[in-house]
C-alpha cells in the first residue's frame, strides 16, 4: 500500500462517525460509582482484596503463580471440573492460583441477540447466581478472558463479573482480530469497549485490570517481533494514558523459542516500566501433536523457561501448564489437573537451575524488540495524527487501529526493509508462528504444485473459510492452492454460514473450504446446508479442523464426522489425509 492509499484508508477510517469518548468514559465512571465489587472465595482465603494484590505478594516472596484454562459444555460441567482441579491441588499440596474461564462465543453478543447463533465450547452464564458461582465454587481466582471486553455485549458482561469478584478481565487483543458471531456493529462494539475499560479505570486503585493477550489478536497475525512490542506499547498508551486503566499483557501461546519466551518476559516488564502486573505466559499451542508422550517434553520444555523467567524477573505472569491433549480435543478435568501436577515437577527442577542459567541471548531479544517496538509506536502514532486521526480520542484510535488491519500495520510502520517480491517487509525478529507457518507450507509445497495437483486445479475458482478466529489452516491453504493453480475466495476467520452462502451468491465456486476448531461443526454444518439450499446452490463442501459438536448432555463436544459425511459434506482433519485425492478426483 503507497503512502497516499494508506493516507486515504486512514483519512476514510477517521471520518466514521463515531460516539464522543469522554460521554462514554463518564458513563464507564457513573456506572463503576454504584458496583459493589464482589470478593471471591481465593480473595477471601489469601487475605487479599484483588488478583493484583496477590500477584504483588508473589513477585515479593518469589511465588510462581499457576493458571489453568477451563470451559467445558455447560456451566454445571464446568464447575465440577474446577472442583475436581482443587481437590487435586489440595490432595497433593500445592495451589492453581487462577482459572480462565472460556465462555462460549454467544456471550459476545447482548443476550437478546443470541438465539439462533450456532453454540460452541464453553459455558453460558445467564443467571446472577451463575456468574457468583465461578469465584465462589471453589478457592481459584477466576480470570474472565474471552468474549468480554472487546464485544458487543462489554459493559454488560463486566459488570456481572465485578460484581461476582473477578478483578482481572479482558481480552483487549480480541477486539482487533476477533468478530461476535452473527455481529455487524462496529461503533457499537467500540463504543461498549470503550465504555467497559472506563469501568475498570475508575476502580484502578482497588486492584482492578484489563487483561490482553498479545497473540491472540493481531499479534497472531504479524510477521515480525518487534511489530508485536510496538503493539503492545499501543496499547497501553491507549488503555492507560488515555483512558487510565491498568493493563496486564499476555503472551506465549504461539511462542515456541525458549529464549523469546523468557525474553518477552523481560521485554513485557521494560515496557510497563516499574509497574508491570503481567496476565499470564499461555502455554505453547504450537508445537504440540497427536503423540502424547512427545507433547510432555514439549510441555517440560516450555514450562521449565517460563518458571526460569518468573524466577529471574519476577512480573506476575501465571505460568500455564496445557494439557498434552488440546491440540486434538477439549481436555478433561482429570487431565487439567495432571498438567498442573507435572508443572510443580518442573518447577523443583527449575529452582535448581536458575542459578546456573544464561539469560544473556533471552536480555539481548528484549532489548531489541522494545526498542524497535517503541519506534513502531511512534512512528505509528506520529503517521496517524499526520493523516487526521486524533491520538488523543481512544474511541477514533480503537477504530482506525482495528479496521486498518495487521497486514496494513506492519507494512506502514514496521521496520524491516520491504521486500517487492513478497509485499511485505522482512522481519527483523520473525515471530516464531509465521515461521512455523512458513514451513507448513514449504513442507506440502511439492505437492500441491505437482502436475498432477495443478492439471485439475488449474482455473478452479475455491472458497475459503474459518467458522471461528483458528484461521492458520485458511492462510495456509491460500498460500498452497492458489501455488497449483486454482483462484481463491479467502473469506477470513469468524465467517457465517449466511456470509459464506452469500459469497457464493455473489460470485460462484467450485468448491467450498471450512476450517472449524470450537465445537459447533454439526450445527454450523447443517446451518450452511440450509442457506446453501435456500439459494439454489449446490456447491462441494469440505470441512476440516476439528470436527465436534458441542452438546447439552456432554461435558465435552462429541466428534461428528460421521454426521457430517451423512450430510454429504467432506471431511478431513489434517492436510495430509486424503482430502487433496477428493479434489483431484473430481469431487469438488
Known amino acids: 500500500m503507497s503512502p497516499s492509499e494508506l493516507r486515504h484508508r486512514i483519512q476514510s477510517l477517521s471520518s466514521a462517525e463515531l460516539p464522543n469518548p469522554n460521554t462514554l468514559i463518564a458513563e464507564g465512571h457513573t456506572i463503576a460509582d454504584d458496583l459493589e465489587l464482589g470478593r471471591s472465595l481465593f480473595s477471601q482465603e489469601m487475605g487479599v482484596s484483588s488478583e493484583a494484590e496477590y500477584k504483588q505478594r508473589c513477585i515479593r516472596d518469589g511465588t510462581v503463580m499457576y493458571h489453568a484454562h477451563i470451559g467445558l459444555g455447560s456451566w454445571p460441567t464446568t464447575a465440577e471440573a474446577l472442583r475436581h482441579i482443587h481437590r487435586v491441588a489440595q490432595h ?10 472460556c465462555l462460549d462465543r454467544r456471550m459476545a453478543v447482548p443476550e437478546e441477540f443470541r438465539e439462533g447463533i450456532p453454540a460452541e465450547t464453553g459455558p453460558m452464564l445467564t443467571t446472577t447466581e451463575q456468574w457468583r458461582e465461578v469465584s465462589h465454587t471453589v478457592p481459584i481466582q477466576p480470570h474472565m478472558g474471552d468474549f468480554m471486553i472487546g464485544f458487543p455485549a462489554a459493559t454488560t458482561n463486566t459488570v456481572h463479573a465485578l460484581e461476582a469478584g473477578v478483578t ?19 461503533v457499537a462494539t467500540v463504543a461498549e469497549t470503550v465504555r467497559a475499560i472506563a469501568i475498570l479505570a475508575k476502580r484502578r ?3 482492578l485490570m484489563l487483561h490482553s493477550y498479545l497473540e491472540d489478536g493481531f499479534g497472531a497475525l504479524f510477521q515480525d517481533c518487534t511489530t508485536v512490542a510496538g503493539w503492545a506499547f499501543l496499547e497501553r498508551y491507549v488503555v492507560e494514558e488515555l483512558l487510565g486503566a491498568k493493563l496486564s499483557h499476555c503472551i506465549g501461546g504461539l511462542t515456541s523459542d525458549p529464549v523469546k519466551r523468557a525474553g518477552w518476559v523481560f521485554a513485557l516488564k521494560e515496557i510497563h516500566g516499574d509497574d508491570c502486573l503481567g496476565s499470564m505466559v499461555y502455554g505453547e499451542t504450537i508445537s504440540a ?3 502424547f508422550p512427545r507433547n510432555w517434553g514439549v510441555t517440560a520444555e516450555y514450562l521449565l523457561w517460563d518458571i526460569l523467567a518468573q524466577l529471574e524477573s519476577p512480573t506476575g505472569h501465571a505460568v500455564h501448564p496445557i494439557p498434552i491433549t488440546e491440540a486434538v480435543r477439549i481436555p478433561t478435568a482429570e487431565e487439567i489437573a495432571d498438567s498442573h501436577s507435572f508443572g510443580r515437577q518442573v518447577e523443583a527442577a527449575a529452582r535448581r537451575m536458575h542459578p546456573w542459567v544464561d539469560f544473556g541471548p533471552a536480555r539481548a531479544f528484549s532489548q531489541r524488540v522494545v526498542s524497535a517496538g517503541k519506534k513502531i509506536c511512534d512512528r505509528a502514532l506520529d503517521g496517524f495524527e499526520k493523516t487526521g486521526v486524533d491520538i488523543a480520542d481512544p ?10 488491519g495487521p497486514a496494513r500495520f506492519e507494512a506502514s510502520f514496521g521496520l524491516g526493509e520491504w521486500d517487492p517480491s513478497i509485499q511485505q517487509r522482512r522481519p527483523l525478529v520473525p515471530t516464531d508462528f509465521s515461521q512455523r507457518t512458513r514451513h507448513t507450507i514449504e513442507q506440502y509445497l511439492p505437492r500441491f504444485s505437482s502436475g498432477e495437483i495443478r492439471e ?4 478452479r475458482r475455491l472458497l475459503l473459510a474459518s467458522t471461528d478466529v483458528h484461521e492458520h489452516a485458511v492462510h495456509v491453504l491460500e498460500a498452497l492452492l492458489s501455488r497449483s493453480g486454482a483462484e481463491i475466495v479467502n473469506l477470513g476467520a469468524e465467517q457465517n454460514p449466511t456470509d459464506v452462502a452469500e459469497a457464493v451468491a455473489a460470485r460462484p465456486v467450485d468448491a467450498i473450504l471450512i476450517s472449524t476448531h470450537n465445537g459447533m461443526a454439526l450445527e454450523y454444518a447443517k446451518r450452511l446446508r440450509a442457506e446453501l439450499r435456500e439459494r439454489h446452490l ?3 463442501v469440505l470441512m476440516g479442523g476439528v470436527l465436534n459438536q458441542k452438546t447439552e448432555d456432554q461435558a465435552l463436544p462429541v466428534d461428528v464426522t460421521a454426521e457430517l459425511r451423512q450430510l454429504g459434506f467432506h471431511c478431513s482433519a489434517q492436510l495430509d489425509s486424503g482430502w487433496g485425492r477428493l479434489l483431484t478426483a473430481g469431487d469438488a
Open 538 to 540: 449446490d456447491v462441494p
Open 456 to 459: 485439475v486445479m488449474t482455473d
Open 168 to 186: 482481572t478481565i479482558g481480552n483487549l487483543s480480541q477486539y482487533f482480530a476477533h468478530e461476535a458471531p452473527m455481529w455487524d456493529d462496529p
Open 289 to 291: 501433536t497427536h503423540n
Open 395 to 404: 474511541v477514533q484510535l480503537l477504530y482506525v487501529l482495528k479496521h486498518l
Open 205 to 207: 486503585d482497588e486492584g
Open 92 to 101: 497433593e499440596g500445592y495451589v492453581i492460583d487462577r482459572a480462565g474461564i
